[in-house]
């Protein structure tokens, strides 16, 4: 069954007093990790539940580092029941752009989807390998000419429109999702982060400050991808995601999705 959540993220407090002139108000803070429950928090998470900083994220790396990998070649039929269009079940919709597409335009063509590494296979160099390379937390339907365009630059705001990329902008280094995307983007990059950490043969992966980290295994920019973790929230389709992936695929969950608080403890 899907997880319960319980939204208390963000919270505003304002006394009797801030309506007077020249009084600011306070802003909104990220609450402890309690805030956010979820039926998973007595079970998958429970040795998670109260930490934070280092001890949270390797306490997360220990339960999410147990999952069943699938091939490479695997990943088009998963993509097809992760990604479905919630509704015409015929479809994918298309990280990036938004775009609703058949599943049977996958493939290389203009016209096509691909498989979408949101973190970039060249960080960190992992490639196609079962693993990183084939991890659905993810891994995303994407237009092939949007992918060609992300390529494996880092995430930052600004740019130019990207040609049929939803309100998703480019410049020469960096690349900023669509408004709808940009949570799903900083959970995907912060998820592999917690992941992978260089323990099981693959490169310690890490979120940085910088653009332009080219084949290192890290990806930016740290502070964008927390702002954009708060501003758009884990929507029904991502929790869905997170829910067929853990069911039918991995048996492991992204964490940031079922706590998006989380991202704050740690970082």
Known sequence: MPATHIRRW????????????????????????????????????????GKSGTSLKSSLHTIISSQTKISYSAVWNALMATD?????????????????????????DVGDWNREHTWAKSHGDFGEVTGPGTDLHHLRPADVQVN?????LDFDNG?????????????????EPR????????????????RYEGDDGFANLEPDEKVNNGSAPYIGKLSV?????????PSA?????????????????NPFIDHPEWVEAIW
Do not use: C
């Open 10 to 49: 963000k919270t505003l407090a304002l006394s009797t007093s801030a309506v007077l002139v020249g009084l600011t108000l306070p802003t909104m803070t990220a609450t402890p990790a309690s805030a956010t429950t979820t039926a998973y928090d007595s079970t998958y998470y429970k040795n998670a539940i």
């Open 84 to 108: 479905q269009d919630p509704n015409n079940s015929n479809n994918v919709i298309l990280l990036y752009s938004g775009v609703s597409r058949a599943k049977s335009l996958n493939g290389g």
């Open 225 to 233: 991808l927390k702002a954009w973790n708060e501003a758009d929230p």
């Open 179 to 194: 408004d709808a995307d940009k949570g799903d983007v900083a959970r995907m990059i912060l998820y592999m982060a917690v």
């Open 159 to 175: 740019g130019s429109a990207v040609t049929n990329g939803g309100g998703s902008k480019v410049d020469s280094d960096s690349f």
């Open 148 to 152: 060609s365009i992300r390529g494996n």
């Open 237 to 253: 389709f991502e929790e869905k995601r997170n829910q067929v992936i853990y069911d039918s695929y991995q048996h492991n969950r």
